[in-house]
């Protein structure tokens, strides 16, 4: 089956650190570039990176340049996301999305940032 | 940066019904795409590079524009057409951004 599965999101405090993975199953991985978006309960959805396919090239919004870093494996089939010196507006479900045209989406992953 | 509004917020329509959306950007935008998200659920591609529909997506939609102004047309509404729907330019070099959405419900 074709599928994107997140893992990893959690409870976390103001300034900590957390790492998001994204295991992808039923294509071949290393041919698409791949991103994570995130989306803050009840409202929009926002782009946040984006990695080429051997991962050569990366690309940050604005808001979370130096904090997040994005990554990939592409002989375990996965890719990641480090989140550092986390905010309570970073809190948002964090979805793993295929880049062709965003036509693979996982289910997400809730990160929860709060004292 | 490219900034997207989505007209209008809320489309109130019952089945059968035609649906309009609108989604207008502050620069000319070349790459559009369409998504339609559920509650509780992921967004879905249903349109690409502006007026392509996306795999298993029903020739009930389609989308059309150019320029600042696109727009997204459901034929005939059927139940499982009442979702939130989401434009994203590809425009600027892999700094993709979102519209904040129209929501499509029963009237």
């Known amino acids: 089956e074709v599928q994107l599965v997140e893992s990893g999101g959690d409870l976390v405090q103001p300034g900590g650190s957390l790492r998001l993975s994204c295991d992808a199953s039923g294509f071949n991985f290393n041919d698409y570039w791949m991103s994570w978006v995130r989306q803050t309960p009840g409202k929009g959805l926002d782009w946040v990176a984006i990695?080429?396919?051997?991962?050569?090239?990366?690309y940050y919004v604005d808001s979370v340049k130096g904090r997040f870093t994005i990554s990939r494996d592409n002989a375990e089939k996965s890719l990641s996301l480090h989140l550092n010196s986390l905010r309570v507006d970073d809190t948002a479900v964090y979805y793993c999305?295929?880049?062709?045209?965003?036509?693979?989406w996982g289910q997400g992953a809730l990160v929860t940032v709060s004292s | 940066e490219i900034v997207l509004t989505q007209s209008p917020a809320t489309l109130s329509l019952s089945p059968g019904e035609r649906a309009t959306l609108s989604c207008r950007a502050t620069q000319t935008v070349n790459f559009l795409a369409w998504f339609q998200q559920k509650p509780g659920q992921a967004p879905r591609l249903i349109i690409f590079?502006?007026?392509k529909r996306a795999t298993g997506i029903p020739p009930r939609f389609s989308a059309s524009g150019s320029g600042t102004d696109f727009t997204l047309t459901i034929s005939s509404l059927e139940p499982e057409d009442f979702a939130v729907y989401y434009c994203?330019?590809?425009?600027?070099?892999?700094?993709?951004?979102f519209g904040p959405g129209t929501t499509v419900d029963l009237k």
């Open positions: 999305v295929r880049e062709l045209w965003g036509d693979l």
């Open positions: 990695i080429s396919e051997d991962g050569s090239e990366k």
């Open positions: 994203q330019q590809r425009n600027t070099w892999r700094r993709f951004t």
């Open positions: 590079e502006t007026s």
